[in-house]
Structures are given as structure tokens and as C-alpha cells.
């Protein structure tokens, strides 16, 4: 197969420690490292044909770099933006790069999931704000980690809530090396216990009442179905039993918990403080051309929103209920968009939601969440075009499946019309450009089909 020559360049890369491709194919060219296995080629021929013969596709003007899911890691970020040419890399630490002509001319976004449990939460957060302060124009969406940080911490001294009291126990173990970061570096040489009432006082503030337990399934019936409550009630007597003895293999107790949610809640919702940019700035999605780029997926809710008001209308209401009540926004179809993996529990997203997003204009979806191996991959979902680019980037989840070396991944969309899929873990850049795709596509598939003819 003939190699394209859309190679950007990797300005730095002898500061990596992890291999990037230096030759490019048709996104084709992986089968199913590249083509979703249930997604019959077929169907991508068809679909593709109708969006190239109805000239929907509208590219950015300028060029856009997606990363996703970098989950506290600061390094693999620090990779991924050698990986797009926006940047040159002048050092070993994660913020020791300058912005280059590409990436002035860029936009740089990131698309959700900046939260996890480490190895750094906050050095991954100050990357990404140095380069904001290096000029470049930056996009922040929101994940469902983001957001589950975010209601856990609002939720502690949220006291006789049936709805919202459980959020900060939900997050978890995996918000321990979090708290352990704020804990050691702002608190631990002070006088950071100071006021901090009783290991027993903290604990009722923190946890859910035991009669949680009892009330919340009268309280969710109607709102949640069945299922979700029993599986709601199975996770918070996981996690309700098992936070305490993992806060102390941190040395922490309940006591230092507490006094990190509180310096937490300063330092990103109090105005001026070091990260309340972050929040400040996020979106639940953006449009660029016909792209959408949001961190999971879509229901039909959603898509009609999309249709009849836009992605200015859909961030607004984000942004209105986002510090209101966790668990209308947890349950609803707000948050589905940041944790749908399109399962019988999420919400449904149907050929009537497909007929919403054709009738929005939009051309494809591009979005996180569903972390892959061998970079990233297109799927339909309801003859919807997807573009999965969460790529197992974090070194925690490259550890627990198996994936050797550091990550480092992008997602450029061209205004020329094409787009490059990049990842450390495949030895190509995956090129789609809806043409010559397609092209390929039906080559390859006229190619089986003579294959089987001369087999019978």
C-alpha cells in the first residue's frame, strides 16, 4: 500500500523516552486496530459516501491537536504535544517546552479526564496551564472523573442529603494520591491541621449517614431505575468500607482527608486561587466546522438539544448545572455525555438521536473514554461517524493492562481536510481523509469479494 507524506514534525523527541511514528497509511491500513470490529466496512462505505456526496464535511480553519484521558499524567501529555508539532521540547520536565509557529496557529484540546489516581493530578494541571500562558488557545471539555472529583468535594459537610451526600465516598480510592498531593505540598510543613476537628467529627462529615443506606433507595425510587440503584448501593458499601484503611497505606487518617478537601476546595473554586482556571474554563463540548468534540458520547436527549439549540446552548446549561444539585446532573443526560459507553444502563441513543446530529450538520463525533490499544479508532454508532481517542496514555492504566513503555498520542484535525491519528503503541499515523478512505475502503472490500468468488 502506497505511504502518505503527512508527517509532522517531532520537534524535541530525543527528550522521550517512547517511540513515534515517522510514516503514514490510510487509516484502513489497521483493520480492527483502527476499524471498530462490529463496525461492518460496509456500513462505513455507506456512510461515508452519503457525507461526501452531501459536502457536509466543514474542516476548522485552523489546525486542532485533541488529547484525552491523560488522566494525572503530566509526562505522557508532555509526549503527546511533541507527537502533534505544536510544540518544542527543550528539557526533561514536563513544562520544558516553547510554542512553535504550528501551534500559535493552533488549537490545542483537551478532552476531559485530567483527574485520576495519579501519578501527578496537579503537575499534569500546571503543564497545561503553562501552556495556555505560552499563548496557545485551549479547550478544556469536561470527563467524568473531572466531575466526579468535583461533586465529591462539593459533597463533604453536606450533611442529611439523601441525594448528594454519598458523592465524596463515591470518588473513591482513586482520589487518595490526590488528596496525598495537596496534602504534601501545601499542607504537611504547616500547620495544616490546624482547626481540623476529631477523626469521628471528620468521618461524619465525609461519609454518607449509615441510614444513607436505607433512605436513599426510597428516595432515588422513581428517578433511578432499579438496577441503578442496586448498583449505586453496591458500590458505596465497596467504597465506604475500604477508604479508611487505603487513606492509611498513604499515612494518612481522616483528619488529613479533610484538611485536603478543604485546601481543594480553595485552591480550585475560590476566585485567583492556582487552579481555579480549571474549572472556570471547562465545557461539556465544542464545534469546530462539523466536528464535534465531546468526552464520550451522545443520547437522544443530547442530540436534540445539539439540534435545536447548539453547542453554545448545551455548554450553558453545563455551566448552570454544574454546581447545583450532583445528583440531578450525575443521573441525567448531562453527565451520560461524559460516561455513556453506550451500555444498557446509559441513556439510549437511537436512529432518532442519529437524525439529530445529521440534521445539526455535524459530520463526526470525536471524543474519549473508551480506552483503546493501537492508537486510535473510528466507530458508527447509529450510522453516526465516531473517532475513539482515548489510547491508554496514563502510565497507571498502561500498567494495569499490560502495555509496555510511556504513552503518547494525538488526534490533528487538518484544515485541508484530513485527519491524523497518532499514537506511540502504532506504527503508522493513521490518515483519514474522507475521499481517499473511502476509495480504499472499496477497493479493499471489492477485493474480498473477488477473493470469495474465486474460493466458491
Not at 234 to 245: A, C, I, P
Not at 396 to 406: H, I, L, Q, S, Y
Amino acid at each position: 500500500m502506497k505511504s502518505f507524506k503527512r508527517i509532522p514534525e517531532y520537534c524535541g523527541k530525543s527528550w522521550l523516552h517512547t517511540h513515534l511514528p515517522d510514516e503514514a497509511m490510510d487509516w484502513t491500513h489497521g483493520n480492527h486496530k483502527s476499524i471498530e470490529e462490529v463496525t461492518k466496512q460496509a456500513d462505513l462505505i455507506s456512510v461515508l459516501t452519503d457525507l461526501n456526496k452531501s459536502k457536509v464535511w466543514r474542516w476548522p480553519k485552523r489546525k486542532h491537536y485533541f488529547f484525552s484521558d491523560l488522566h494525572a499524567d503530566a509526562d505522557a501529555f508532555a509526549a503527546s504535544l511533541v507527537a502533534c508539532d505544536g510544540i518544542k521540547k527543550i528539557g526533561p520536565k514536563p513544562t520544558d517546552f516553547v510554542l512553535n509557529h504550528s501551534g500559535k496557529n493552533a488549537n490545542f484540546i483537551i478532552g476531559g479526564d485530567c483527574f485520576d489516581k495519579g501519578p501527578s493530578t496537579l503537575e499534569l494541571l500546571r503543564t497545561i496551564h503553562y501552556l495556555k500562558k505560552q499563548g496557545a488557545r485551549v479547550r478544556i471539555l469536561a470527563g467524568n472523573h473531572d466531575v466526579r472529583v468535583l461533586f465529591g468535594m462539593l459533597s463533604a459537610n453536606r450533611n442529611n442529603d439523601v441525594f448528594n451526600e454519598h458523592f465524596f465516598i463515591r470518588t473513591g480510592e482513586k482520589i487518595i494520591p490526590l488528596l496525598k498531593e495537596i496534602w504534601d505540598q501545601y499542607l504537611k510543613n504547616g500547620n495544616g491541621l490546624k482547626g481540623v476537628p476529631s477523626v469521628t467529627e471528620c468521618k461524619r462529615h465525609l461519609y454518607p449517614r449509615k441510614s444513607w443506606f436505607k433512605e436513599f433507595p426510597k428516595a432515588a425510587q422513581g428517578k433511578l431505575s432499579s438496577p441503578q440503584i442496586k448498583r449505586e448501593l453496591d458500590r458505596l458499601h465497596r467504597k465506604y468500607n475500604r477508604f479508611e484503611g487505603r487513606c492509611k497505606s498513604e499515612d494518612m487518617n481522616l483528619r488529613h482527608v479533610y484538611a485536603a478537601v478543604e485546601k481543594w476546595k480553595e485552591l480550585f473554586l475560590a476566585p485567583g486561587q492556582e487552579f481555579s482556571w480549571f474549572y472556570k474554563y471547562m465545557r461539556l463540548g465544542y464545534r469546530s466546522g462539523s466536528l464535534l468534540f465531546i468526552h464520550a458520547g451522545l443520547d437522544n436527549e443530547i442530540a436534540s438539544l445539539l439540534h435545536t439549540g447548539g453547542v453554545k446552548k448545551l455548554n450553558r446549561i453545563f455551566k448552570d448545572a454544574l454546581f447545583e444539585s450532583p445528583f440531578n446532573f450525575y443521573y441525567g443526560p448531562l453527565c451520560n455525555t461524559i460516561r455513556t459507553k453506550y451500555r444498557d444502563v446509559d441513556h439510549p441513543f437511537t436512529e432518532k438521536g442519529a437524525r439529530c446530529v445529521r440534521d445539526a450538520g455535524i459530520s463526526a463525533l470525536i471524543h474519549g473514554h473508551r480506552n483503546l490499544y493501537h492508537g486510535q479508532r473510528i466507530a458508527l454508532r447509529h450510522s453516526i461517524l465516531n473517532f475513539e481517542c482515548d489510547t491508554s496514555l496514563d502510565k497507571n492504566t498502561r500498567k494495569k493492562e499490560g502495555v509496555p513503555g510511556p504513552g503518547a498520542a494525538v488526534t490533528i484535525i487538518e484544515p485541508n481536510g484530513c485527519i491524523l491519528g497518532i499514537s506511540s503503541d502504532y506504527p503508522y499515523i493513521k490518515v483519514f481523509d474522507p475521499d481517499k478512505t473511502l476509495k480504499q475502503l472499496t477497493k479493499d472490500i471489492n477485493k474480498k469479494g473477488k477473493i470469495r468468488h474465486e474460493a466458491k
